[in-house]
């Protein structure tokens, strides 16, 4: 996405400066509105083609999903945000996994999270072949603010394991 | 980025106007909690409508910042 990272820089820099009190007490709601969101410029396009029974499926949430036995927590401290992301295999279970995200209701997800991310419903949509291959891993991200390692260095990395494994289509649930 | 790496995407949404700062390509709108998207807990048939739904916008957007709508209620058995 073309993008000037510098002009993110320095907005971003002045606005963490600015919000660090209000988002040490909590109180998110006027720092959400100051955030230097960058505005696309145009929208990024791939034309779909083919059918979805012969191609690989892959889901990437914001939601913090993490598994618990094997992965740390995102940094749920830090005014920047974590721009780590975590893989998620395409078997996991309910008790392999948990949330570190500060900031949106992760209840019904700690329910079931195919609400955020629904591996099961895609791993049976396989089996009847209505999807010709779920992807063997996912990915999760969480809260991030400072989009700068984000866009460098964590993007990259995902979009190389999914060329890696062939991903065909991209599902996108942010939280 | 994934778009520009030749992947085409779909998002799941809920608010319109938030969607504005980042202009997906393509967005499936439910009217449903951010922590939520696809709907409640154990609904595995809404939620499997909804997967449904994403793929067959894939297939059927063609014009760059589509959303979609869904007509589906929390709490509510799905229309028709």
């Known amino acids: ?175 | 980025m994934a778009e520009e790496a030749g992947i085409p995407t779909i998002s799941l949404g809920n608010m319109p106007d938030r969607i504005g700062h980042i202009k997906p390509p393509r967005v499936l709108l439910t009217k449903f909690p951010r922590g939520s998207m696809f709907g409640e807990p154990g609904n595995v048939r809404r939620q499997r409508r909804i997967v449904l739904d994403a793929l067959e916008g894939l297939k059927t957007i063609s014009e760059p910042g589509t959303v979609l709508e869904t007509p589906y209620r929390w709490g509510q058995p799905d229309p028709e």
Do not use: C
């Open chain 1, 1 to 175: 996405m073309p993008m000037d990272l510098e002009q993110f820089k320095t907005s971003y820099d002045r606005w963490v400066a600015e919000s660090l009190p209000a988002y040490q007490a909590g109180d998110m709601k006027e720092i959400v509105k100051r955030y230097p969101f960058v505005i696309s410029k145009g929208v990024p396009w791939t034309p779909y083609q083919g059918r979805p029974a012969e191609q690989t499926v892959a889901l990437i949430t914001s939601g913090g999903v993490y598994l618990k036995s094997s992965q740390p927590p995102f940094n749920t401290e830090s005014i920047h945000g974590d721009p780590s992301f975590r893989e998620i295999p395409r078997n996991v279970r309910q008790r392999d996994i948990a949330f570190a995200h500060a900031h949106y209701d992760h209840s019904q997800a700690e329910q079931d999270f195919n609400v955020i991310l629904p591996l099961q419903r895609l791993v049976e949509l396989e089996a009847e072949g209505i999807v010709g291959k779920v992807a063997d891993t996912h990915y999760s991200f969480s809260y991030v603010n400072d989009i700068v390692p984000l866009v460098t260095v964590s993007v990259p990395q995902v979009i190389r394991r999914l060329e890696a494994e062939k991903v065909d289509i991209l599902l996108l649930v942010p939280v």
